[in-house]
C-alpha cells in the first residue's frame, strides 16, 4: 500500500487548507517528441499477450515518468505475463477534502454516472463489457481508479475512462438516485460486517459510523458537480499504465484519447483545496455501540500503520508485530494469559484505504471480559517500553512483518499504487525509505526508541453489542446508524434500500439461531418426523435433503412406505414395485417446501443468496412480530415472521402453485426451538393451507442439520 502520495512529492499540499496546487518538476521523457511514433488508433485490433511458455523474454523497455503540459503525470512500465493490464489515476481529493462524504459520493458518480444523450454508459459498465474489473479507493487525501481489462482492450479502456472524467452527469435526478443506492450499499455493508466497516469509517477520518453515514446522508448533491470540477482535474493528478508498447507510444495515446480532459483550465489559484481540511488526528479510545440483550460483543482494535516513506518504516512495522502476531503471539497475548484470557483469540488482518492503512484485530467475548481486553492493548504496548524487545524478539517480529508485507503487496494494485511512488520519488531526486536488513538491526537504544513511539500512537478500539461496563471512564457510546436512516432509505422505494432495513432483522435471527458461520455452512438437514393431518392416518417420515434439487423421503402409511426421489437426472416416487415420475411442477413445490425451512431461509441470507425487505411491524396480544419479505422470484410473496423478542422466526408463509396453476396460501407455524447439531431448530410446525381450510402438523423425533464441510 502506497502510504505517501505522488503528488505529495510534486509539490501539492493537498491535505492542507489553503495550500494552492504547484506544477510538478519537469522529468526528462525517455524517448524524445520527435522520435514518438504515431498513436495506433483506438480500433486496432487486440495484440496477442506474450505468455510465460514458449516465447524468448526480450529485453524490457526502461519505466517511463513524463509530465503531460496539463499537470498530469503519467508513468509507463511493462505489464505482467498474463491477459490483463492495469491502468490506474491518483486524484488528489480525499475524504478529508470538502465536506465528510462529498469526496466518497463524487468518486462513485465518476465511476456509476451515464450520458444517455451521448451513448456514454457508465465507466463501471464500459469496463464490464470489456471483460474487466474496476476498483474504486478512497483515502483521506485521495482517491484512486484501477482498470485491469484484456491485454489488447487497453485503450479502449483509456478511452472510456477520459470520458467519464471529461462529461460528469449534472443531472440532478440521476445524481439523486446514484446515492440514494450508494448509500443503501452502504449502510447494508454496515450491517454485514460492522467491525471492518467501522475501522475502515476511521480510516476515512470519521468517528464512529454514525458520523461516517450522516455525512453521506447530509450532502447535496448539487454539491458535487462543483467538487469534481475543482478536484477531479488533470492538475496534480497521476496516471499509471503497465500496457504493451512502447512507454512514448502509449503516453500519445493518452495526450490524443484525453484531449478534451486534458484540455480542461485549472481552478482558481487556491480553490482546488478551498474544501481541504487538516488532517484529523486519529481518533484514541474506546467507542461502543450497544445492544441490549446482546450476550457478546465483537472488539475491534485498530491500530494505524508507519507511513512506507520513511527510513525506519520497516522497524516500526517489525514493533507492531513485536506486540501481536497474526493475532496469537507478542506481547499482547502475554498479557492476556497473565491476566486470565489467554483463550480468547484475535482475528488479524490488514486494512488499507487509498492512502492509509491499519492493524486491525477482532474478537469476540461477553461484554465484561471485553473491556478487560482492551485494557489489555494498552497494559502490552507499556510492556515494551518497560521491558524492549530482546534481539530475538525483534528478529522473529521482522520476519512475521515481512510476510504480512509481502502479502499486501500481492494485490496487483496496492502493489502498483507503491510502484508508482518509487518511481516517481526517483524521477524527483527523492530517495524511497531504505528497509532495514538482518545485517542492520536496530541497537537497544533504537529499540527503545521504537517501543516509546509504539506506546505513543493512537489505537481506537470499536465494541459492537452488549452493554459497557458502567462507570467505564474510557468509554464512549455512539449509534451504529444515524437515527431514521434505515426508514429515509426505505423510503427510496429501491430494493437495495429495503434489503439494507432489513438486515438488522436477519442479523439478530441469525445469531440466535447459532451465527452466521454455521449458516453458510448448512446445506441440508436430516429428520425424522411424525405427520398428523385431519381425516387421514398417521405418517411417519424420514427425510434427508441434501441441498438444492437432492432429497430422498420415506413416508410410511399403514404399513406402507412410499419412497419419493428428487436429483439431478429423476424425480421419481416408489410404492413397492411401482414408480412413477413427479411432473415438474410436484418436484419444485418438494424443493421449495425444504428451502423454506426457517434456517434454510436464513443460511440463504448469510450466504447472500436470499434479500429481504421489511413489510410491518405487529403487536399481537403480548408478543411483536417485524414482517419480512423475500425479494427475487424465488418464492411468491414468501413473508417471515420474526419474534421481536427472541428473534426467532415463528410463522413462514407463501404461495403455492398448482398443477392446475391455481394458486394456494400456505401459512407455516414453527415452534418448539431446540439446539442440534450446534444450531437451534424449530421441532413442530404447523402447515395450514387456504386459510385453515387444510392442515398437517409434524412433530420432530430428530433434525440435524447437514454442512457442506461436515462439521
Not at 50 to 59: D, N, R, S, Y
Not at 158 to 177: D, I, N, V
Not at 254 to 263: G, H, M, Q, Y
Not at 373 to 381: D, E, F, I, K, S
Request: hydrophobic share 45%.
Amino acid at each position: 500500500m502506497i502510504r505517501s502520495l505522488p503528488w505529495l512529492l510534486l509539490g501539492a499540499a493537498v491535505a492542507c487548507k489553503g495550500a494552492g496546487p504547484q506544477p510538478p518538476p519537469k522529468v526528462a521523457n525517455p524517448e524524445p517528441p520527435a522520435t514518438v511514433p504515431n498513436p495506433a488508433p483506438a480500433t486496432a485490433p487486440p495484440t496477442k499477450p506474450p505468455t510465460a511458455a514458449g516465447v524468448a523474454k526480450p529485453t524490457p523497455a526502461p519505466a517511463a515518468v513524463e509530465s503531460l503540459p496539463s499537470g498530469l503525470t503519467v508513468t509507463w512500465s511493462q505489464p505482467p505475463l498474463g491477459n490483463l493490464v492495469l491502468l490506474q489515476l491518483g486524484l488528489p481529493a480525499g475524504s478529508l477534502h470538502g465536506a465528510p462524504g462529498l469526496a466518497e459520493l463524487a468518486l462513485e458518480v465518476l465511476v456509476a454516472s451515464s450520458d444517455a444523450t451521448a451513448a456514454r454508459p457508465s465507466l463501471r459498465q464500459a469496463i464490464a463489457e470489456l471483460g474487466g474489473n474496476l476498483f474504486a479507493d478512497l483515502g483521506p487525501t485521495s482517491s484512486w481508479l484501477t482498470l485491469e481489462v484484456p491485454y489488447g482492450r487497453w485503450r479502449v479502456a483509456l478511452e472510456a475512462l477520459g470520458r467519464a472524467l471529461a462529461a460528469p452527469t449534472l443531472s440532478r435526478h440521476q445524481l439523486e438516485r446514484l446515492r440514494e443506492a450508494y448509500l443503501a450499499q452502504r449502510t447494508g455493508a454496515i450491517w454485514r460486517d460492522r467491525s471492518q466497516e467501522a475501522a475502515r469509517t476511521l480510516l476515512l477520518g470519521a468517528t464512529d459510523t454514525h458520523d461516517y453515514l450522516a455525512g453521506l446522508l447530509d450532502r447535496d448533491v448539487g454539491e458535487l458537480p462543483l467538487f469534481a470540477a475543482r478536484h477531479h482535474r488533470p492538475r496534480g493528478a497521476v496516471l499509471s499504465l503497465r500496457v504493451p508498447g512502447p512507454p512514448g507510444e502509449a503516453i500519445a495515446e493518452v495526450a490524443r484519447t484525453w484531449a478534451e480532459w486534458l484540455a480542461t483550465p485549472p481552478p482558481a489559484a487556491g480553490a482546488a483545496n478551498a474544501g481541504a481540511l487538516p488532517l484529523r488526528p486519529f481518533p484514541s479510545g474506546l467507542a461502543w455501540s450497544p445492544a441490549a440483550g446482546s450476550l457478546t460483543t465483537e472488539l475491534t482494535v485498530v491500530l494505524p500503520l508507519p507511513e512506507g516513506d520513511r527510513d525506519d518504516a520497516a522497524w516500526r512495522r517489525t514493533m507492531v508485530a513485536c506486540l501481536v502476531r497474526d493475532g496469537h503471539a507478542g506481547r499482547l497475548i502475554t498479557v492476556q494469559q497473565e491476566q486470565g484470557l489467554g483463550t480468547v483469540a484475535w482475528r488479524s488482518q490488514v486494512l488499507g484505504t487509498g492512502d492509509r492503512t491499519a492493524l486491525v484485530l477482532t474478537a469476540t467475548a461477553p461484554p465484561a471480559v471485553v473491556h478487560r481486553l482492551w485494557q489489555c492493548v494498552a497494559t502490552a504496548r507499556q510492556a515494551l517500553v518497560t521491558n524492549p524487545p530482546s534481539p530475538e524478539e525483534f528478529a522473529t517480529a521482522a520476519r512475521s512483518a515481512a510476510l504480512v508485507q509481502r502479502l499486501a503487496a500481492a494485490d496487483r494494485r496496492t502493489a502498483l499504487r507503491a510502484e508508482t511512488w518509487q518511481r516517481m520519488a526517483a524521477g524527483s531526486g527523492t530517495q524511497p525509505g531504505t528497509q532495514p536488513t538482518p545485517e542492520s538491526p536496530p541497537t537497544a537504544a533504537e529499540r527503545l526508541q521504537l517501543a516509546q513511539w509504539l506506546a505513543a500512537q493512537p489505537v481506537a478500539g470499536i465494541a459492537i453489542g452488549g452493554t459497557p461496563p458502567t462507570g467505564a471512564p474510557d468509554v464512549r457510546t455512539f449509534e451504529l446508524l444515524p437515527p431514521g436512516a434505515l426508514a429515509r432509505m426505505v423510503g427510496g422505494g429501491t430494493e437495495p434500500a429495503q434489503a439494507a432495513a432489513a438486515v438488522p432483522w436477519l442479523d439478530d435471527a441469525i445469531a440466535a439461531v447459532g451465527g452466521r458461520a454455521l449458516l453458510r455452512e448448512l446445506r441440508g438437514h436430516r429428520s425424522t418426523a411424525t405427520r398428523r393431518a385431519a381425516r387421514a392416518p398417521e405418517a411417519q417420515e424420514v427425510v434427508d435433503w441434501l441441498g438444492p434439487g437432492k432429497l430422498r423421503r420415506e413416508r410410511t402409511v399403514l404399513g406402507k412406505t412410499v419412497i419419493t426421489v428428487l436429483d439431478d437426472k429423476v424425480a421419481i416416487e416408489s410404492l413397492d414395485q411401482q414408480v412413477a415420475s413427479l411432473t415438474a411442477a410436484n418436484a419444485a413445490s418438494l424443493q421449495r417446501e425444504q428451502d423454506r425451512h426457517p434456517l434454510q431461509l436464513l443460511a440463504a441470507h448469510a450466504r447472500g443468496e436470499l434479500q429481504f425487505r421489511p413489510v410491518a411491524q405487529r403487536r399481537s396480544g403480548d408478543r411483536e412480530w417485524m414482517v419480512l419479505e423475500a425479494l427475487g422470484s424465488r418464492f411468491d410473496r414468501l413473508r417471515i415472521h420474526l419474534d421481536v423478542a427472541s428473534h426467532l422466526i415463528r410463522l413462514v408463509e407463501v404461495w403455492e402453485a398448482r398443477d392446475a396453476g391455481l394458486a394456494t396460501h400456505v401459512q407455516e407455524i414453527w415452534t418448539d426451538y431446540r439446539t442440534s447439531g450446534g444450531l437451534r431448530a424449530p421441532h413442530h410446525c404447523t402447515a395450514e393451507l387456504d386459510d385453515g381450510a387444510h392442515r398437517v402438523e409434524l412433530i420432530f423425533r430428530e433434525w440435524l442439520p447437514q454442512f457442506a464441510r461436515g462439521q
